[in-house]
């Protein structure tokens, strides 16, 4: 019986034991953030007056009694409706660079967070009419020309969003849009919108 407990140990030692690691996202926007991690898409609310938050377990593999610390590379996207990840200089100040999609290195029994705060402003459209929309574009006021912000038909009951940039104390913009209908109408009340700064987002809701 000594004999076997002996020889247990060391097979304990040198096969090890699974370990895991977690990625945890906190939302410090006041709207929804949309990430996948290894195949499984995730969506995370905003809030006013907290951070909330989602921690996503990852499968580090086998840990051993003196060895196995390496870290496993995730894949991951995200982005939210006035949040993309942003690039910065070897002094950790951003440098305007965005992106959506990134490697995550998570180390076994730890948790990597990442704090997502607002990066830009936004609109959304909500279709609670009953004609489909064909057509959602904006203008500033230093451009007349038309940048659209769908491929496809916005179609009653479902909504759209996009980021836009941001008002700042140096950069005053004014968006006004266009929206138009699949029977044909248009519609451009929504002109000289000029507060949308940061984590600011233009509602427009069709009746």
């Known amino acids: 019986m000594k004999k076997f407990i002996l020889f247990i140990l060391p097979a304990l ?10 990625i945890k996202i906190i939302n410090r926007t006041d709207h929804y953030l949309y990430f996948n991690i290894e195949g499984t898409d995730y969506v995370l609310e905003g809030s006013e007056n907290s951070n909330p938050s989602k921690s996503v377990s990852i499968d580090t593999g086998s840990q051993f009694l003196f060895w196995g610390d390496d870290e496993t590379k995730v894949p991951m996207n995200l982005e939210g409706e006035t949040f993309m990840m942003q690039d910065s200089d ?18 076994p029994n730890e948790t990597l967070k990442i704090y997502c705060d ?6 959304k459209l909500v279709n609670n009419s ?15 020309s038309l940048v659209s912000l769908i491929e496809y038909p916005v179609i009653s009951g479902d909504s759209i969003w996009s980021r836009l940039k941001a008002t700042t104390s140096y950069d005053s913009i004014i968006y006004s849009f266009v929206i138009e209908y699949e029977n044909g109408w248009y519609d451009s009340s929504y002109v000289n919108i ?11 809701e069709l009746q």
């Open 118 to 123: 607002p990066t830009h402003a936004g609109v």
């Open 13 to 22: 030692i040198i096969f090890g034991c699974s370990s895991e690691g977690d």
């Open 90 to 107: 070897a002094s950790g100040v951003p440098n305007g660079l965005f992106f959506t999609e990134t490697i995550l290195a998570v180390k």
């Open 130 to 144: 009953q004609v489909s929309v064909s057509g959602f574009s904006y203008y500033t006021d230093d451009s007349d």
């Open 194 to 204: 000029d507060d949308l700064i940061v984590d600011e987002q233009l509602r427009i």
